[in-house]
């Protein structure tokens, strides 16, 4: 059987396969009451889709597709008999006469199709892992689902079904097939499968989730609602909107122009965001390494147990790739590089007024660079100085007036939390020194895991990456900017050490980026990775697969498994709806549970979130906290006080106890007591007027 009869017969198959499939789904949605229901639900493109004039229009267009290729084999295979004749005549004229060369002639041989170029069982073997990455991932969607949570950090890993497992498989299986590609085809595969796993490790709980997940998302949403009801930002009650509006008046106008559902944005965001940030990581690294460019990207993908959901931090990350991307242009694109320049300039300031800690790890990593030049040559330092001097300055200049002009509170609370607390801590050095701790002494055994699993993650991207300075003077430009990037992010390690704890993660956020481009670009210039006479190559090589690989297994713990105190039920999200409307009176929370009326407030028309209690909040309007009720910060102290008794309205949730009973496993029984005993006075002193059973509001008696 020749190859191009084996190649028609393939394809012929797959169009049959396909079209009956096609079919089976519009009758399965036809009979399938449930089917339907989820689709209309979760995916309600699908149900378009599968209307049955676009399905008869699928598989008729798959026919003539299919019909085409056929078609075109076949006549590639008479061409050759056409020119042998043609040369056969010529051959008869005499050798004596001339003539001009038509353009047939002149013309380039054309390329040959990649089907051509493949064995049939190796395209087999694609095509079957591809099938059966895309398939399971939607049976997995459609059968996984996660309404609540009881308090295990490895709840979603423990229930993720054998589908998801086979499913991931087959698509980091597809990551070592594209070696058999070549040009355009190994780009579509590339972004093909990076995109598909972006689907498996952040997008499937937008799918198996009942409510959008993390508390942060709720937060920020919230402000969004509120800059949007308050029609202005600079001057607007929101502390976060007034000083860094950017991703809060992007929200905003997803909102209101685009008629988006906020709910629906919360939890389709992180699917959205990481399909365009793993896209720009892929270019990015391309420009430098066809190679490794895919790995590069999936190994981030992995990495990324930290952001993704709405917030200012996670939004700037398309800003502060394209700005690496921008001035990796002025590095090496030097015909165009005004042009680059004068594209970076105007970004900044909108790069600056998104979030307040991004643009300064941005500005310290081009100090970096600078550094790090000057370390390799003079006349490196030179050039790459004259290069980056206009952008740099600016930067800095619009990092300075926006922080001392327009984020004054911020930069007071930066001032007086972080590096106020890392100062007086490294003064004390050697001795009396205390550091910020990340975990809780007793936490519970799965959190501990998890909490231990990120700190692994984190450490070898670190340690890893500190490992290539080893090749400092072999180092590019381009790779000496990325070095300065990720030397900045190490950098900030002690204030979070000594400081604030949460800057841990944004100190490897900021790494990883840098890190996993780096790493292709090094492995892409393989004689760099030698030291001392010994070729480090296929050790760093191995190693940054083992890396994808184990990043990819280890997301459901590492990422997940802080989801059973960050999400928020079903049951809460209702009380707190109720509690929105109870705006014209003052409503207590316990810190965290203010983070679903945050966002139901907002909907309903509030311009501020909730404030800090006061020692009298009777007749006030809008939400309070209560002052040291969280119980993961220091001072903890959740008595019952006679500000309390002054609401209007008290709302207690019950997702809190998740949160005791992970972070301090044993020693729970504590803070449960505590909360039970608050609980308890307030119903002695105020009326239950609602309750899910598991969530209550009280009201005041003095309300009437």
């Known amino acids: 059987m020749s190859h191009k009869l084996r190649t028609e017969i393939l394809l012929v198959s797959q169009t049959v396969i396909i079209s009956l499939l096609l079919y089976w789904m519009f009758l399965e949605t036809q009979s399938n009451s449930f089917l339907k229901s989820w689709l209309s639900q979760n995916f309600p493109l699908g149900l378009v889709l599968l209307n049955a004039w676009v399905v008869a229009a699928a598989i008729a267009e798959l026919a003539l ?37 038509s353009e047939e002639d002149l013309a380039l041989p054309s390329s040959t199709p990649f089907y051509e170029t493949i064995e049939v069982p190796i395209l087999i073997l694609t095509l079957a892992l591809a099938t059966q990455a895309v398939s399971l991932w939607f049976v997995t969607a459609s059968t996984f689902r996660i309404t609540s949570f009881t308090p295990d950090s490895f709840f979603y890993a423990s229930n993720l079904p054998l589908t998801y497992w086979w499913g991931l498989g087959a698509t980091l299986a597809l990551f070592f097939t594209r070696s058999i590609f070549r040009g355009r085809q190994q780009i579509v595969l590339d972004v093909s499968v990076l995109f598909l796993l972006s689907f498996y490790l952040i997008g499937l709980p937008s799918f198996a989730y009942q409510d959008p997940r993390f508390l942060d998302a709720y937060y920020h949403t919230g402000n969004s609602l509120n800059l949007l009801n308050y029609q202005a930002w600079l001057n607007s009650p929101s502390w976060y909107g007034h000083q860094f509006p950017g991703v809060f008046l992007f929200v905003g106008q997803l909102i209101s122009i685009a008629g988006i559902d906020p709910f629906q944005l919360m939890r389709y965001y992180p699917l959205g965001l990481s399909l365009v940030i793993v896209f720009m990581v892929y270019v990015i690294t391309k420009m ?31 800003l502060y790739l394209g700005l690496i991307f921008l001035v990796l242009k002025i590095i090496e694109d030097a015909p165009r590089r005004k042009l680059w320049t004068m594209t970076g300039l105007a970004s900044i300031p909108i790069f600056v007024g998104s979030h307040p800690e991004t643009p300064l790890a941005f500005t310290l990593g081009l100090a970096g660079f600078l550094i790090l030049s000057l370390l390799r040559s003079k006349k490196t330092f030179l050039q790459q100085s004259l290069r980056s001097i206009l952008p740099f300055s600016a930067l800095v200049c619009w990092v300075l007036v926006w922080w001392f002009v327009i984020a004054v509170d911020a930069l007071s609370l930066v001032q007086t939390t972080i590096l106020a607390k890392a100062l007086l801590t490294l003064s004390q050095l050697p001795i009396g020194i205390k550091t910020q701790a990340s975990l809780p002494l007793t936490p519970s055994f799965s959190y501990g895991v998890t909490v231990l699993a990120e700190q692994v993650v984190s450490v070898v991207v670190w340690a890893t990456g500190l490992s290539y300075f080893l090749f400092l003077r072999r180092l590019q430009p381009r790779e000496l900017f990325l070095g300065g990037l990720f030397l900045a992010a190490v950098s900030t390690i ?39 006479g010994r070729d480090l190559f296929r050790l760093f090589r191995t190693g940054f697969i083992i890396m994808m690989v184990l990043f990819a297994v280890l997301i459901p713990i590492t990422r997940y498994g802080i989801d059973p105190f960050h999400y928020i039920p079903g049951s809460s999200l209702y009380t707190a709806n109720v509690a929105a409307g109870l705006q014209q009176h003052s409503i207590l929370f316990l810190e965290p549970d203010e983070d679903g009326w945050r966002f139901y407030a907002g909907l309903d028309g509030a311009i501020s979130q909730p404030r800090l209690e006061q020692s009298n909040i009777a007749g006030q309007l809008g939400g309070f906290v209560k002052p040291n009720s969280d119980a993961t910060l220091p001072g903890f102290n959740l008595t019952y006080s006679k500000p309390d008794s002054t609401a209007g309205y008290i709302v207690l949730p019950s997702y809190w106890q998740n949160l005791y009973s992970l972070r301090f496993g044993h020693n729970s029984t504590f803070y449960y007591a505590v909360r039970n005993e608050f609980t308890g006075n307030v119903t002695q002193n105020f009326n239950l007027v609602y309750s899910t059973g598991t969530d209550e509001i009280y009201a005041n008696p003095g309300l009437g």
């Not at 043609?86 to 004229?93: D, F, P, S």
């Not at 841990?504 to 990775?529: C, D, H, K, M």
């Open 494 to 532: 002690p204030i979070a050490v000594f400081g604030r704890t949460d800057v841990l993660q944004r100190s490897y956020l900021f790494a990883l980026v840098p890190f996993v481009i780096l790493t292709a670009w090094l492995l892409e210039r393989r004689s760099v990775l030698t030291f001392r």
């Open 288 to 318: 430098f390494s066809s190679s490794f460019a895919s790995i590069a990207s999936a190994t981030f993908l992995g990495g990324m147990w930290f952001q993704f959901h709405i917030s200012p931090q996670s939004l700037e990350l398309i």
């Open 65 to 101: 597709v299919t019909g085409f290729w056929i078609i075109r084999l076949e006549s590639e295979g008479r061409a050759p008999k056409v020119r042998a004749r043609q040369r056969a005549g010529l051959e008869a004229k005499p050798r004596y006469s001339a003539r001009l060369a």
